[in-house]
């Protein structure tokens, strides 16, 4: 059985084995170490993004993993009062292209959403995209924490840490995130008066 499999149904009456199975495929290396990048890549892939039409049509992703990420992203970060959520400021495009030609992202990103699928299967016979809020919400307590040792829960875990990492990078590297941080550099200064008082206090330097 190979991971694309995942999107054609994770229901099998020997979930036992399927998890097995899924374990074996991302045993080949460490999943947080596959889904590593650099900022160059990171810039590159949140420029496609940008530049890539709407709706947009994934590359990589097939249509329930898609489906996955777009739930998975925008309950890493939700649309709030302040700024759009991860799907507004086009984090699963900037996923899929980050995935490009690279079989070993490939891997642990399709392995670990399927993983992410047979949790859920164990716990409520549904997958992840099919649940509840709060029966999703209680599959990601159990991942999302690294300080978690349980060892029947670790690749999980590290996918999910990954996960969210990627997330944050791609919605930080957009104009919703550079406006969520309120960032304010890149602004010409006519005249440059010294850090100001509150923040040398701030920072115990007053």
């Known amino acids: 059985m190979t991971l694309r499999s995942a999107d054609r149904g994770l229901r099998n009456p020997d979930r036992g084995l399927r998890r097995r199975e899924v374990l074996a495929l991302l045993a080949g290396g460490p999943v947080a170490a596959a889904i590593a990048w650099t900022p160059a890549e990171a810039e590159q892939a949140s420029a496609r993004a940008r530049q ?8 990589f992703f097939t249509p329930h993993e898609h489906a996955t990420v777009r739930v998975l992203v925008d309950l890493i970060i939700p649309r709030d009062e302040r700024s759009g959520s991860a799907t507004d400021a086009g984090v699963p495009a900037f996923m899929d292209f980050m995935m490009t030609d690279q079989p070993r992202r490939q891997t642990a990103m399709r392995g ?3 993983l992410l699928d047979v949790l859920c299967e ?3 016979d549904r997958r992840f995209v099919d649940l509840a809020d709060a029966q999703r919400k209680s599959v990601l307590d159990e991942i999302a924490y690294t300080t978690n040792d349980d060892p029947a829960m670790a690749h999980a875990i590290a996918f999910f840490s990954s996960f969210r990492d990627l997330t944050a990078t791609g919605f930080w590297t957009t104009k919703i995130g550079v406006e969520d941080l309120q ?7 006519s005249e440059w008066t010294g850090c100001p008082d509150a923040a040398l206090k701030k920072l115990g330097l007053a």
């Open 52 to 59: 890539a039409p709407r709706p947009f049509t994934p590359a």
């Open 122 to 124: 164990e716990r409520f």
């Open 112 to 114: 670990g959403l399927a």
């Open 183 to 189: 960032y304010q550099g890149n602004r010409f200064v």
